[in-house]
């Protein structure tokens, strides 16, 4: 047999070291039982699903019936096509089978989902575990090849009594499966370099889900962007999945005639409806039935679509098309019957972390492009300052312009530093977000180990910059405070400025709404902070906010640094003078230091709770 013929989970050499490991692998990962009931056992059946849009100004009155009387099933051991035209609401039924329907106050949704015989619900984390779903978009860690990306997610889905050996196994042996052995060990690449083909890639995404064994695999268009060759192999690869007892849901679009002739069976929707569901080989034969037969040489999902949208919906209904639901598809779900899920007792948290983290600076060292741009920025501006301000440290402080001139360079380093980390932060969350989506929602760790390694990174990104603007500024400005109170200052800003950045990549989506927010968040900071502007001239309504500015802090902390030790005389004076001005209390350092504390704690946890509620559907 053709390894790219063989069958996952298909086992080669009884003897080998690899099965006794896959049959260890499925005992644990497959312990599903099914409960009876009125479909098939095991099968997915669904029945009397509506999604309704309500009409908000005129309450209770549905606007759109975007889901109307559905029903249908996806059958174990076989393909299952979702199609229809566009607006037919093929997304909206993948929706909520998979449990991913944005909660939406204005839609309503009926219905039931039987997993062989028992109610599932799809929105539940459990039940999920039973599910596998690949999205349209690769959501891959592209500075990953696809062996690191098979193991990242055994490691982190599998009981936790699973070997280190057993892990490697099962890897090899499904990099095999999937066609992928000669591109396991090649970087998967994107944006930054070109890596593993498209086709490839999409077989790495089928790949992360099959690794924990799923019961039903979901994939959303997974021919989408894919040549007919490549699009032949992903359809061969869903085919050998069913076969081996799976069942393998999708939504497609325009297939080509050989790839349709590949699935088992088809379910077509129209104005969201069913108009026609059943076998592929049927197609010909109910198309004649119901008076539309197939023309010569016609790519058969061309004509299902065509006769789908060529036609009045009223004309369809008076012929075989749009049957009602059988009153033997109905399920009558058994008492006290629970959905069983596979005992997947996780790796602990700490073990998450350590993956996350190791997988991170990975990313740093593969692609260090990004840390070294902003280092480079970050030098050239420092040495721009640094000759602005030259020496300016070093000055007479008895004369006020030279404390003047320390307040501004100080003010100048902090703005810098406030907006240095912002793009690549900013840039690097957008990037990391629909990875995070996708494997927080297929259960591969929990928010707090991922929201500290990506602390982990965004920390070494942020000192490494800070760390190389101290080095050119501190001694070209000749401040006279410790480089390690400089330093840590500097190191304090920017990692608030990167907690927003953060913060502001949860709600958006799209970078450019985040980027174009974060000026907005940003720019009031230099009026709240009172480095422009005394605190005191400003209209009371707006006061409270110097409080919420992470400038007002790290700018206070830097003048009381500088400040507090000048000349006596004179300098003594005006040091003070300045200090009083800019209301900066040298007892009050602590304070300031907490305050940053709480800032970025705030943003940080405002970001964990924004982004979880994003990836629960
Ligand atoms: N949340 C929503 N609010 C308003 N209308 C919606 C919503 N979701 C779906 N619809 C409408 O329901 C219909 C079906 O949409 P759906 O996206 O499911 O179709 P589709 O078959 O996936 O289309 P396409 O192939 O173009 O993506 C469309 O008319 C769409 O505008």
């Known amino acids: 047999m053709n390894q790219d013929d063989m069958p996952i989970g298909d086992i080669e050499d009884p003897k080998s070291a690899v099965e006794s490991t896959e049959k260890t692998m499925d005992s644990r990962t497959s312990s599903t039982k099914f409960g009876s009931g009125g479909g098939a056992k095991g099968d997915l059946v669904w029945s009397g699903m509506n999604l309704k849009l309500m009409d908000k100004k005129n309450k209770g009155n549905v606007k759109l019936d975007i889901l109307k009387d559905v029903w249908g099933k ?29 909660t939406q106050g204005d839609l309503v949704q009926e219905g039931e989902i039987f997993l062989g015989g028992v109610r599932v619900d799809p929105r539940d984390r459990e039940h999920r575990k039973l599910f596998g779903y690949v999205a349209q978009e690769d959501a891959l860690h592209e500075t990953s090849t696809p062996r690191e990306a098979l193991r990242f997610s055994a490691k982190l889905r599998l009981p936790r009594t699973t070997s280190d050996e057993e892990i490697e196994a099962l890897v090899t042996k499904k990099l095999r499966a999937l066609g992928l052995e000669d591109a396991a060990d090649t970087i998967i690449g994107g944006g930054f370099k ?81 108009m026609h569901q059943g076998a592929v080989d049927n197609i010909g034969a109910d198309y004649k039935a119901a008076g539309f037969p197939m023309p010569e040489n016609y790519n058969p999902a061309d004509w299902v679509i065509d006769v789908s949208e060529m036609n009045d919906i009223d004309d369809l209904k008076k012929t075989t098309f749009f049957a009602s639901e059988p009153k033997d598809h109905k399920i009558i779900p058994v008492k006290g019957e629970k959905l069983e899920v596979p005992d997947s007792k996780h790796v602990s948290a700490f073990t998450e972390l350590k993956y996350l983290l190791s997988r991170e600076f990975r990313d740093i060292k593969r692609n260090p492009l990004m840390t070294v741009i902003n280092v480079t920025i970050t030098s050239i501006l420092a040495a721009i300052f640094g000759i602005m301000f030259w020496d300016v440290g070093r000055k007479d402080r008895a004369e006020f ?14 703005i810098s530093t406030l907006f240095g980390q912002s793009n ?189 509620s994003k990836a629960n559907y």
């Open 194 to 274: 070109k890596g593993i083909s498209g086709g490839q890639k999409k077989r790495v995404c089928i790949g992360v889900e099959l690794i924990a064994s799923p019961t039903i695999i979901f994939l959303d268009e997974p021919t989408s962007g894919l040549d007919s060759y490549a699009a032949a192999q992903v359809m061969q690869l869903l085919d050998d999945v069913a076969k081996e007892g799976n069942i393998v849901l999708f939504t497609i679009h325009q297939p080509s005639s050989k790839v349709f002739n590949s699935f088992d069976n088809l379910i077509l929707l129209n104005k969201g409806q069913v």
């Open 424 to 612: 690549s932060a900013i840039t690097i969350f957008a990037r990391d977000r629909p990875l995070f989506l996708r494997e927080y929602s297929t259960d591969h760790y929990t928010i707090v180990p991922y929201f500290l390694s990506k602390l982990g990174s965004e920390m070494f990104n942020a000192f490494a910059a800070v760390f190389a603007q101290a080095l050119v500024v501190y001694w070209m400005m000749g401040f006279t405070m410790g480089f390690g109170n400089f330093l840590a200052i500097t190191y304090a800003m920017s990692l608030v400025s990167t907690a927003v950045c953060v913060m502001l990549g949860a709600f958006f989506a799209n970078p450019e709404n985040a980027t174009a927010l974060f000026t907005l968040v940003v720019v009031p900071q230099l009026y709240f902070s009172g480095v422009f502007i005394s605190i005191d001239l400003l209209p009371d309504l707006v006061q409270w906010a110097q409080y919420v500015c992470s400038l007002t802090y790290t700018s206070r902390l830097a003048l009381a640094y500088e400040l507090q030790n000048c000349e006596p005389g004179l300098a003594a004076q005006n040091c003070e003078d300045t200090l009083a001005r800019n209301n900066v209390n040298i007892d009050d350092i602590w304070w300031y230091w907490l305050a940053l504390l709480g800032l970025f704690t705030a943003f940080r946890l405002v970001a964990m709770i924004v982004l979880r």
């Open 401 to 414: 312009v030279v404390v003047q001139a320390i307040l501004g360079s100080l003010v100048n380093i902090m």
């Open 74 to 102: 996806a059958e174990v051991g076989k393909t299952t096509a979702i199609m229809g035209a566009s607006g037919a609401g093929k997304t909206s039924l993948f929706q909520v089978l998979t449990g991913r329907l944005p």
